[in-house]
């Protein structure tokens, strides 16, 4: 396994666990996210945290 891998995998993981335990989102919001993470996993994972991640 590259290092590469790992962190695209973890990434992603990170992204759905965040995206599913949000408690400000709407089902649909939710949904399209995850389409969106999953659809494309290293650019979908990193915008969201980026971007769409809610702040505390």
């Known amino acids: 396994m590259s290092i590469f891998y ?10 759905i666990y965040d995206i599913l335990n949000s408690k400000r ?5 939710k949904i399209v996210l995850i389409v969106a ?4 996993p290293v650019v979908g994972s990193a915008i969201y945290l980026l971007a769409f991640r809610e702040k505390e």
């Open 25 to 29: 989102r709407t089902l649909v919001e």
């Open 37 to 40: 993470v999953v659809a494309f």
């Open 6 to 15: 790992l962190i695209t995998t973890a990434l992603y993981i990170i992204a």
